[in-house]
C-alpha cells in the first residue's frame, strides 16, 4: 500500500495539489495572454476575464468541494477521538465544521463573480472565505493542543500554529491595504498613486492563501490514521 492510500490521506493531498494549480495555472494563462502584470496581481485578477475565468471558476468549485470533504472529515475524526478522551468541547469542533464550510462558500462566491463585474458580491466572498478561513485554522490550532499527543504531536501542533499566526498577520495589510486602494484595475504602474498599497495587499493575499493550503499539508498524517464509511439501513 503506498503512502497516499493509507486511510483519507488522499483527502488532504488532492486538495493541497489542487488548490495550488487552482491559484497558479489561471496566473500563468492570464500572465501570458496579457491580462494581469507578472509582479503579484491579486489572486482574483488571475480568474477575472475568459478563458483564465471559466477555468478558475471550474477548478475553485473543486478545491471548495474537496475543502469541504476534508473539513467534514477532519471534524469526524476529532469527534470520534473525543468520545474516548473527551479532550476537545464538542461545540468547538462543530464550530469550526461551520466556519470551514463558510470559507468554502465563500471560495465559491469569489469564483462565481468577477473582481471586475460584481465588485461588492466579490468582495463579499472574499471577506467570507478570509476571515472564516483565518478563524478555522486558527481553532484548529487550539484544537490540535488540546488532542495532544492523541490527534497529533506536539510539534505539528506548534506548526499549525505558526501557520495560522503567518495567516492572521497577513490578513490584516491585504484587508487594510485593499481598502486604500481607490481603483479596480488589472494593470498597475510603479508611478500610480495606489500602487504600493495594492503590491501589499496583494503579497499578503498569496501569502494568505498559500497559508491556507500549508495548513492543510500538515492534515497528512493526521488522515492515514481513520477512514469514513457510509451505512446503510433498509426500513420496511
Known amino acids: 500500500m503506498f503512502w497516499f492510500e493509507q486511510g483519507l490521506c488522499f483527502l488532504p493531498v488532492f486538495l493541497v495539489v489542487w488548490s495550488s494549480c487552482t491559484f497558479i495555472v489561471p496566473y500563468i494563462i492570464a500572465l501570458f495572454r496579457g491580462d494581469v502584470d507578472i509582479i503579484f496581481p491579486y489572486i482574483s485578477d488571475t480568474g477575472a476575464n475568459p478563458p483564465e475565468s471559466c477555468i478558475f471558476g471550474l477548478m475553485t468549485f473543486i478545491s471548495a468541494c474537496a475543502g469541504i470533504a476534508t ?8 469527534e470520534k477521538l473525543n468520545e474516548r478522551n473527551s479532550l476537545v468541547k464538542p461545540c468547538l469542533n462543530k464550530t469550526t465544521l461551520c466556519l470551514g464550510i463558510i470559507a468554502c462558500f465563500g471560495m465559491c462566491i469569489v469564483a462565481s463573480f468577477q473582481e471586475t463585474s460584481v465588485t461588492s458580491v466579490h468582495d463579499v466572498g472574499a471577506l467570507l472565505f478570509f476571515i472564516s478561513g483565518v478563524v478555522y485554522i486558527m481553532l484548529q490550532s487550539v484544537i490540535s493542543f488540546q488532542a495532544c499527543p492523541y490527534g497529533s ?15 492572521a498577520l497577513a490578513f490584516f495589510p491585504t484587508l487594510i491595504c485593499a481598502v486604500i486602494v481607490k481603483k479596480t ?18 503579497i ?6 498559500f497559508s491556507f493550503i500549508c495548513f492543510f499539508l500538515t492534515y497528512i498524517e493526521d488522515f492515514k490514521m481513520f477512514k469514513l464509511q457510509v451505512r446503510t439501513e433498509y426500513e420496511d
Open 153 to 167: 504531536s506536539i510539534c505539528m501542533s506548534r506548526v499549525r500554529l505558526l501557520i495560522s499566526l503567518i495567516a
Open 185 to 202: 484595475t488589472l494593470h498597475w504602474h510603479t508611478s500610480d498613486k495606489d500602487y504600493p498599497y495594492h503590491l501589499t495587499s496583494a
Open 204 to 209: 499578503c493575499e498569496w501569502i494568505v492563501a
Open 71 to 78: 473539513i467534514y472529515a477532519r471534524y469526524k475524526y476529532m
